[in-house]
């Protein structure tokens, strides 16, 4: 995945679990200066049944939020969204839950 992330490169900053705020998530884009606005936070859970896909992809949201991964984005302050973006994976299948946060 962060192989196709990577083609973004000309556009964004990637980091690929570095420490921001109280955690390490998956993978953070940050716009370049002069080439948007828009940051997104990702991070990739894994369910042991597709059942619980949609819980799990919550569990990833809610990491997201309750150990500040957008710590490290709050200090470009040119930065006036981010995205929040929790995939849950069981074998092929997989679950998307997403927040948007006005910074």
Known sequence: MLGLINMLAPGYIIASEQESGNGRPDII???KSGQ??????IEYKVAKNQEDLVSVAEIG???IIAKQY???IKAYPYVKQILNLSMAFCGK???LTYNVIEV
């Open 29 to 31: 884009l940050i716009p």
């Open 36 to 41: 948007g606005d828009k940051a997104i936070i």
């Open 61 to 63: 949201l809610n990491q």
């Open 70 to 72: 957008d710590a490290k």
């Open 93 to 95: 299948h997989m679950e």
